[in-house]
Structure formats: C-alpha cells, structure tokens
C-alpha cells in the first residue's frame, strides 16, 4: 500500500520548475552518492547526520525527500522532519525510480561553490532585461532555488565576482555567457543538461528575444515588451528580478501546457 506521504516521479516532474515546488532534498548514503553524483533538479543534499539542524531550518515549509530507493532513510529524515513542522513527503522508488523514469537530472560538477550559507552566488550587469533574468529564474528553479544574485555596473562584474566568490554570467569571455547564436539561457540548459520539452519551447523565445530575431518566435516580441516595461517600472534590479521571475513562470506554463490553446471573439456558443 502506498504511503499517504509518497508522490511518484511524474508527480514531483510537474512541481518542478513551477513555485509550488517543494525544497528537495537528496539523503542518500555516501557509496550510494559516489555511484551516481547526479541530482534531481532542484535538489541540495544533506547527510543523514545533518537531519537535525535541517528540521529547524525547514520548520513550516515543504519538502520532498529522497534516498536511493525512497525505503527507509527517507521515510525516517521525512518523519523526523514532520515531527519538526514540515510538510515533508517522499519519492516513491527515490533516486533510481526518477532516473529509471528518464528525468532530467543535474551535474552537481557543474554547479558553482556555494557560501556559507550553502547558496550558489552569481554576478552579472546591472539593469536586466532579458536574458539577465531569464537566467535567474532557470536557476531559481531548476538549479538552486537558494541562489543569490548581484548586479553590479558593467566594468565592476569580474571585480565583483573575484572579490565576492561570485560566478559570473551573461557578460563577455566567461563560461556562462552566449555562445555562437546561442544567448546564456541556452548555455545553462545546454551545460545542465535539461532536456526538457517546454524549456527547449521557452529558450527559443528567449533568444529570439535576448538577440532581435523575432523570426524565430512570435512570442518573442510579448517578452520584449514585458521585458522592457519591467525595466521601467522597477529602479531596484533585485526587486525587477523577483518580478521578472513570476513572468518566466507564465511563460514556463505556456510552453508546458498551453501551447495549443487559441482565444478568439465572440467566444464558442455551445448547441444545446
């Protein structure tokens, strides 16, 4: 019988990359890990001896734990966490049940090293409008949902990211940035590998529009123009990132579940 706390692989697929999602936590044993480094999206691991002070920090919240198998270590770490006041779940089948699924997952080699308090820090120019916040929300939600984010005047970026431990992006001659005709959104998904239908639909848009080749999307000029509203009404960029954020999250939902719906006027009268 199923647990009444266990969700399936498809289920925590379509949590991902939406604000819904919970925080996801990777409990599997050491010999487990180093046989396969990977990690679900989204995902920061934990040792099992570190549960207790990870109960604290998630009192209230909502989480999805994992081990290899989704057997005992993460249904004991999901106990011990509901009995600290989070909402914790587990993955039926854990670890090897999502990759046996074909999910997509992460190469923690790929990710920056994170601050002391455990968040991956970037650095980028100041002002953002398209591919400056799209790359934020790729993070936000597929990466490192903790992640921090400095914008910073366009000759300070390395400055900055040597002095502050940041990674930079989107700006020239550095690891995260555009590549051929392909922007830094490209680049991210590209080098995590999220092989994902919707945003493979998203990334197009965002290079039509990050590049001024609306040919490859119509939708393209309705970012651009949210795009450069958002950078309009906000003087703050961290404040325009945070709204900017929910804008990627619409986007995101259209190229995921939308893409085939139209709207026409006057609206369909069904026949009685």
Same mark, same amino acid.
């Given at each position: 019988m199923?647990s009444?706390?266990e969700?399936?692989?498809?289920?925590l697929?379509r949590?991902?990359?939406?604000?819904?999602?919970?925080?996801i936590?990777?409990?599997?044993?050491d010999?487990?890990?180093?046989?396969?480094?990977?990690?679900?999206?989204?995902?920061?691991?934990?040792?099992?001896?570190?549960?207790?002070?990870?109960?604290?920090?998630?009192?209230?919240?909502?989480?999805?734990?994992?081990?290899?198998?989704?057997?005992?270590?993460?249904?004991?770490?999901?106990?011990?966490?509901?009995?600290?006041?989070?909402?914790?779940?587990?993955?039926?089948?854990?670890h090897?049940?999502?990759?046996d699924?074909?999910?997509?997952?992460?190469?923690?080699?790929?990710?920056?090293? &994170?601050?002391?308090?455990?968040?991956?820090?970037?650095?980028?120019?100041? &002002?953002?409008?398209?591919?400056?916040i799209?790359?934020?929300?790729?993070i936000? &939600?597929?990466?490192?949902?903790?992640?921090?984010?400095?914008?910073?005047?366009?000759?300070?970026?390395?400055?900055?990211?040597?002095?502050?431990?940041?990674?930079?992006?989107?700006?020239?001659?550095?690891?995260?940035?555009?590549r051929?005709?392909?922007?830094?959104?490209?680049?991210?998904?590209d080098?995590?590998?999220?092989?994902?239908?919707?945003?493979?639909?998203?990334a197009?848009?965002?290079?039509?529009?990050d590049?001024?080749?609306?040919?490859?999307?119509?939708?393209?000029?309705?970012?651009?123009?949210?795009?450069?509203?958002?950078?309009?009404?906000?003087?703050?960029?961290?404040?325009?990132?945070?709204?900017?954020?929910?804008?990627?999250?619409?986007?995101?939902?259209?190229?995921?579940?939308?893409?085939?719906?139209?709207?026409?006027?006057p609206?369909?009268?069904?026949?009685?």
């Amino acid at each position: 019988m199923a647990s009444p706390t266990e969700i399936k692989a498809f289920q925590l697929s379509r949590l991902i990359g939406t604000p819904a999602c919970p925080v996801i936590i990777d409990v599997r044993l050491d010999a487990d890990f180093n046989g396969d480094t990977r990690l679900i999206p989204g995902a920061r691991r934990h040792l099992f001896s570190d549960i207790p002070t990870l109960a604290k920090t998630l009192a209230g919240d909502k989480a999805l734990i994992y081990c290899q198998n989704g057997l005992e270590l993460s249904q004991g770490v999901a106990s011990v966490l509901r009995a600290g006041g989070c909402l914790a779940e587990t993955l039926q089948g854990g670890h090897s049940a999502w990759c046996d699924a074909g999910m997509p997952v992460i190469n923690p080699a790929k990710l920056p090293e &994170r601050n002391v308090e455990f968040q991956t820090v970037w650095v980028t120019r100041h &002002r953002p409008k398209i591919d400056r916040i799209a790359c934020p929300w790729l993070i936000r &939600r597929f990466i490192d949902p903790t992640a921090q984010f400095l914008f910073v005047a366009p000759n300070q970026v390395m400055k900055v990211a040597k002095s502050f431990q940041a990674t930079p992006f989107d700006v020239e001659d550095v690891f995260w940035s555009h590549r051929g005709e392909n922007c830094t959104f490209d680049t991210m998904i590209d080098e995590f590998e999220l092989r994902i239908e919707a945003l493979d639909r998203l990334a197009t848009i965002v290079r039509a529009a990050d590049t001024n080749r609306h040919d490859l999307a119509p939708e393209a000029a309705g970012l651009l123009a949210a795009s450069l509203g958002l950078s309009r009404m906000y003087r703050d960029d961290l404040a325009q990132m945070e709204a900017g954020i929910a804008l990627y999250d619409l986007f995101y939902r259209w190229a995921r579940d939308a893409t085939d719906e139209g709207h026409d006027w006057p609206a369909a009268i069904a026949k009685v």
